[in-house]
C-alpha cells in the first residue's frame, strides 16, 4: 500500500531564512514523498517579500507579524499565539526552522508545544558567548533543545551540539542551504542590475566595497561604522561604496545622517537577493557584520572584513578569506585601509573557497526525512525511534 506524504510546514519570517530554505522548498515539492506547506510569520515583510518573489515560494499561511519597531518580547508574544493557531489547525508530521531568528525559535517551540517532530536547519553554529549575537546565540541554543532533527553546515557545527550533549544520531552533517540558494542564482545568466543598482555600478571608481550591517548588538557602534566609511572615502578617492541600507530603522537612523551626502557613497534600499549576489560579484572588498554573506563571499572568492567582534562562522577566518575587524570605528577604519592598499594581502584573500556546502543540502535534508519516514508518521512521544 503507497504510504501518505510527509506533511512538512516550513516556518520561517526574514530575509535570510526565506534565501535559505527557499531551495529546499523547491526541491521537497518535487519529491512524492512530501506534503509541502508554509508559515510565513512576516516578522520582515518587504525584505521578506523580495525573496518570495525571487524563488517564486508557495505561501499557506501569511501570519503578517511586522510592526515597525517592536520589542522582541512583543514579537515573540505574537509569533507564539499565531503559529501555535495554525499549528494545530495543520497538524503537520514535522516542522522546519532554520537559524537563529525569533520565527525560528518561536516556530520550534510552537511545534514543541503541538507534540510536532522538529527540523532544524543550520543547527550547531555558536560563538558561546550568549550576548553576541544578541538575541541569536540564544535563540539557537534552545532550538538546539527543542529540536529532533539537526541539520549542521559543517562539522564543527556538528561538534558544537555535541558538546551540548545532543546525540550523534539525531546530528547530520548536510552543508548549508544557502550555499544552494547561491549556487542556483549565481548559476543564472538572465539577471541584469535593476537601475538603482546599474547606476551606482556605472558610477562607480576604481575600487568598490559592497556594505551591509543590521545586528542588533551593533546598534550602540552603527554611528560609528558609517563614520569609519565616511573617513575611508576620504582617505582614498579612487574608492566607491555601495551600500543596501537593512530597513531597520535602528540602521537607518544612524547611517543615513552621515552617509546620504559622502561622495562616492551610494545608499541604495535593500536588494532583492539576485540583484544583491550580482553586487557581491561585481565589489571588491565586502564589509558587513551579517551571517549569510561570510558564507556568500568565500564561494564567490571575495574579501571579507567582519565588523563583530566574534563570529560563529570561523571555517573562512581559519581559510583566510575572513577577517573580523570588530567593531571599533578606528579600526574598521585601519583594517579596511590596510586591505585596500595591500594587493597581496587582498590576492591571498580572493580565492573562493566553500566551507558551507556544495549546494547539495536540499537533497541530503530529503533523503534524511524520507529515511526518517516512520518515525515521522508518528507523533514525538509514541514515534518507535524518538529520544527523551
Ligand atoms: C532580524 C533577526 C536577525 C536576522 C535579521 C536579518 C531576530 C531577533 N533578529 O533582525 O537574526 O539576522 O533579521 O535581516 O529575529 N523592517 C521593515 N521591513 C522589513 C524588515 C524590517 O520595515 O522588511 C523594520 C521594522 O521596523 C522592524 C525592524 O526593521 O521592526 C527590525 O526588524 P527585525 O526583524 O526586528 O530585525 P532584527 O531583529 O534586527
Ligand atoms: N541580502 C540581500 N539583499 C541585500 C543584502 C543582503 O538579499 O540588500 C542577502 C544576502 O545575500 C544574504 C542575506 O541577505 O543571503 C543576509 O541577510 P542579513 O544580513 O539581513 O541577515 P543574516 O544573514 O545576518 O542573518
Not at 49 to 57: A, E, K, S
Not at 184 to 191: F, L
Not at 269 to 274: N, R, S, V
Not at 344 to 367: C, F, L
Request: aromatic share 4%; glycine share 4%.
Amino acid at each position: 500500500m503507497a504510504h501518505e506524504p510527509i506533511k512538512v510546514s516550513f516556518i520561517f519570517g526574514t530575509r535570510p531564512e526565506a534565501i535559505k530554505v527557499a531551495p529546499v522548498i523547491q526541491h521537497l515539492t518535487t519529491c512524492d514523498d512530501f506534503q509541502i506547506s508554509t508559515i510565513l510569520t512576516g516578522q520582515h515583510r518587504e525584505m521578506l517579500d523580495q525573496v518570495v518573489r525571487v524563488f517564486d515560494i508557495p505561501i499557506t499561511h501569511n501570519l503578517d507579524v511586522m510592526r515597525p519597531s517592536q520589542t522582541l518580547s512583543d514579537l515573540t508574544a505574537t509569533l507564539c499565539q499565531r503559529i501555535g493557531a495554525v499549528l494545530t489547525d495543520d497538524r503537520p508530521d514535522c516542522v522546519i526552522v532554520q537559524g537563529d531568528t525569533t520565527s525560528c525559535y518561536v516556530g520550534a517551540l510552537t511545534a514543541h508545544y503541538e507534540r510536532i517532530h522538529i527540523a532544524h536547519l543550520e543547527a550547531g553554529l555558536r560563538t558561546r558567548d550568549k550576548w553576541q549575537p544578541f538575541p541569536e546565540e540564544m535563540n539557537r541554543r534552545m532550538v538546539a533543545s527543542l529540536a529532533d532533527f539537526h541539520f549542521a553546515p559543517t562539522e564543527g557545527a556538528k561538534q558544537n551540539l555535541l558538546a551540548e550533549n545532543i546525540q550523534s544520531d539525531r546530528i547530520w552533517v548536510t552543508g548549508n542551504s544557502g550555499i544552494d540558494a547561491l549556487r542556483i542564482i549565481s548559476d543564472r545568466e538572465d539577471i541584469a542590475p535593476v537601475p538603482e543598482l546599474s547606476n551606482a555600478l556605472d558610477q562607480c571608481r576604481k575600487t568598490l566595497i559592497a556594505v551591509t550591517t543590521h545586528r542588533r548588538e551593533n546598534a550602540p557602534f552603527m554611528s560609528g561604522i558609517a563614520a569609519a566609511i565616511y573617513e575611508i572615502l576620504e582617505a582614498d578617492p579612487d574608492l566607491s561604496v555601495i551600500f543596501p541600507v537593512h530597513l531597520s530603522p535602528k540602521v537607518r537612523d544612524a547611517v543615513v545622517p552621515i552617509l546620504e551626502d559622502a561622495d562616492r557613497c551610494h545608499l541604495i534600499e535593500p536588494l532583492a537577493y539576485d540583484q544583491f549576489v550580482l553586487l557581491l560579484k561585481r565589489c571588491d572588498i565586502i564589509l558587513t557584520d551579517s551571517g549569510g554573506v561570510q558564507e556568500e563571499a568565500p564561494y564567490l572568492g571575495k574579501p571579507v572584513l567582519v565588523m563583530r567582534r566574534v563570529t560563529e562562522r570561523p571555517e573562512a577566518i581559519d581559510a583566510g578569506t575572513v577577517k573580523l575587524v570588530g567593531d571599533a570605528q578606528a579600526n574598521i577604519f585601519d583594517q579596511t585601509l590596510s586591505l585596500l592598499h595591500n594587493p597581496e594581502e587582498r590576492e591571498k584573500m580572493s580565492h573562493a573557497i566553500n566551507p558551507y556546502g556544495d549546494g547539495q543540502t536540499s537533497r541530503r535534508v530529503a533523503e534524511i526525512l524520507i529515511n526518517h519516514a516512520e518515525t515521522l508518521r508518528n507523533p514525538p512521544q509514541t514515534s518507535p525511534t524518538h529520544l527523551s
